[in-house]
């Protein structure tokens, strides 16, 4: 995988990890299947391409099933026929979503019937996978669409680019460019880059007209873009277009030095057929090459297994490419979900307020690392020499200080039972809140902070209230116990809790690691947080058990701030706590601690450099916006792993 397409799987995979953290609580149930919806044309014009993505997905699902499913729960593909009509497109989203309530959504299949989808989507807050409509985000820039056709960064214009560098290589070189386009999402998408491209190299446009969407007689457009006797003739249209435009051209006599471009669904076998040898010479991008099928053993496996249900449902037996492009797209799903590490940016704001408790974004995060099991949180807190006068404390307390408080996460007095208030009458209530923990939870997350304190500097401190709580009493002994039988050689010592903040505050260089139960580390680590002078500069893990089989563990890395609605969109933002988060992916889920070292390092070298963001900005500091900041701490970063 290339790292471009590595970095978009992990981003993927939090995306999909947070969409499976949201679904209802009854669909969430063992066993229960995980629902996958979209719409296909499966009659009408689009249906040659669109039922080989089904009968693909069809054989994906049935893949996945056999290996036990989707986080241990069967796949159901919830399909409806759009009739290749795009205004069908929303009301069946709409559908998806609110009455069949599937878990996550695909297609539905091009740009043209993606886009009507599109606000449906957003609304809902929901991912989706396309298997084309690479253009979509254009428009849309919704963080949580995504193409499978490998275009890389150009997208669209990736259809013009090889086309007008291989007309301009020609000798002697074409002069004058015609323009045909339908007049639909994706056509005018392709007609503008290259409209770019004809600038960039110096052609001259001598048609640029677009044809109605419905259009089925090409011969009054042929003959209006012969009139003007172009070298090139660029195509932006979808089947069965295509087909129509070739035939009139054919027919008319339309014959420039070169012609193609944008012509979708020319590789599927059924367009090839039935334009036989004229369809030769055309110059068109090909999205798998066929050629190469036989070095790749997963697709040749695929190919020889779809062909035999292609066969049998009468469809195009070779399904390139919108078969491989549908079952990656499943794949890539599985792959998500089972990725090592989620990096989750903050969430929340004003205009979510309104919306009943269970329905705000923040709850996402809650149920995420309920769902996943994420025990244990780490919140360093490390003082740049550089911010060291950004800090409440003086510079001597602070100066080099570098802790880590890890809090456990899921249990305790946030999600003991029972939790209530009961109204007593007379006027008065009585509320509950209860505040559980067995041995085997804090005996966990002790020895997440033991293994930590044998990497840095070997001394563990326990927080709790034993002299009022029993839970701080069965919470010491616990702790002491296995540091007795596992980590001798690890420093421990005993502080109640509040005692253990008024130190953090007088002191905090005393500590390397604590470790605490959930309440009190949600409020140690926010003490902690202010020690370091802002928290935009803080990044935090929640980790999980380690997986017996695998010997990997669940993870999730995110800023320790909030989402700043108010300053949304301004470049205002330190995006230092997100890098950080990175940087502590890097170190305990990827096992790449010289690397994470360099993260480090880079943001340390930055911050020396005087450069700020207006929330650390001190005087005699170079304000710098949230992108620019983030491209210092690049380069220093691409200048130290050189």
């Not at 042929?222 to 009139?248: F, L, W």
């Not at 991008?285 to 292609?310: H, V, W």
């Not at 939790?419 to 923990?437: E, S």
């Not at 041995?439 to 840095?456: M, N």
Request: aromatic share 8%; proline share 5%; charged share 20%.
């Amino acid at each position: 995988m290339t790292a471009f397409g590595g970095n978009m799987l992990r981003v993927l995979g939090a995306a999909l990890v947070v969409g499976l953290s949201l679904v209802s609580q009854a669909s969430a149930q063992s066993g229960n299947p995980i629902r996958i919806g979209m719409s296909l044309a499966l009659t009408g014009a689009g249906a040659s391409p669109s039922k080989v993505v089904n009968t693909a997905l069809d054989l994906w699902r049935d893949d996945i099933n056999a290996k036990g499913g989707l986080l241990g729960r069967p796949v159901e593909l919830v399909i409806y026929d759009d009739q290749s009509a795009p205004a069908n497109v929303p009301i069946i989203y709409t559908k998806l979503i609110t009455v069949d309530k599937v878990d996550l959504l695909l297609g539905p299949y091009g740009t043209n019937f993606v886009a009507p989808a599109m606000p449906t989507i957003m609304q809902n807050n929901k991912l989706t996978i396309s298997f084309t409509a690479i253009g979509i985000n254009d428009k849309f820039h919704y963080s949580r669409y995504f193409s499978m056709v490998s275009t890389g960064p150009e997208g669209v214009d990736a259809f013009s680019i090889g086309f007008f560098d291989l007309a301009a290589a020609e000798q002697p070189k074409p002069q004058t460019v015609a323009i045909l386009a339908a007049d639909a999402e994706f056509a005018q998408s392709a007609a503008a880059g290259a409209r770019e491209q004809i600038k960039k190299h110096g052609f001259k446009l001598v048609y640029d007209q677009s044809y109605p969407p419905n259009a089925t007689d090409f011969a009054p457009v042929v003959r209006a873009v012969r009139a003007t006797n172009p070298d090139i003739v660029y195509i932006g249209a979808y089947p069965p277009d295509n087909v129509g435009i070739i035939r009139a051209a054919n027919e008319i006599g339309l014959a420039p030095k070169m012609m193609g471009g944008a012509m979708i669904g020319m590789l599927v076998t059924p367009m090839k057929v039935q334009l036989g040898p004229i369809a030769n010479g055309l110059i068109t991008g090909e999205n798998f090459a066929a050629a190469m099928a036989k070095q790749i053993a997963s697709a040749t496996d695929f190919l020889a297994r779809y062909g035999e249900r292609a066969v049998a449902a009468r469809i195009d037996p070779l399904g390139f490419a919108w078969g491989p492009f549908a079952y990656s797209a499943g794949e890539t799903l599985a792959q998500a979900v089972a990725s090592d590490a989620v990096l989750f940016g903050a969430v929340g704001g004003a205009k979510w307020d309104t919306l009943p408790f269970e329905l705000r974004p923040e709850r996402g995060i809650l149920r995420l690392r309920k769902e996943m099991d994420l025990f244990a949180n780490l919140r360093p807190a490390v003082v740049f020499d550089a911010l060291a006068d950004a800090s409440s404390l003086k510079r001597e307390a602070v100066e080099g200080l570098d802790i880590m408080i890890v809090r456990e996460l899921t249990g305790g007095v946030y999600f003991g039972e029972p939790k209530t208030i009961t109204d007593l009458g007379n006027g008065q209530k009585r509320a509950i809140d209860t505040q559980v923990y067995d041995t085997y939870e804090i005996e966990r997350i002790a020895r997440v902070a033991f293994d930590l304190a044998r990497k840095r500097r070997n001394k563990v401190t326990s927080m709790e209230k034993r002299n009022v709580m029993k839970s701080g009493v069965l919470w010491n002994e616990v702790v002491t116990q296995l540091h007795a039988r596992e980590y001798k050689d690890v420093q421990l010592e005993h502080q109640l809790a509040d005692s253990g903040g008024m130190n953090l505050v007088k002191w905090p260089k005393a500590f390397d690691v604590i470790v605490t139960d959930n309440l009190f580390g949600d409020m140690l680590s926010d003490i902690a947080a202010m020690l370091t002078g802002s928290l935009g500069m803080l990044p935090s893990a929640s980790l999980g058990e380690v997986d017996v089989k695998t010997k990997k563990r669940k993870a999730l890395f995110e800023p320790v701030h909030g989402s700043a609605p108010d300053i949304a969109g301004e470049g205002l933002a330190n995006p230092i706590a997100m890098i950080a988060s990175f940087g502590m992916a890097l170190r305990y889920s990827f096992d790449m601690g010289a690397l994470a070292d360099k993260v480090d390092a880079a943001i340390a070298a930055v911050l020396a450099s005087g450069l700020r963001t207006a929330d650390i900005k001190s005087e005699g500091t170079i304000a710098v916006s949230t992108a620019q900041m983030g491209e210092a701490i690049l380069k220093e970063l691409q200048a130290l792993h050189a």
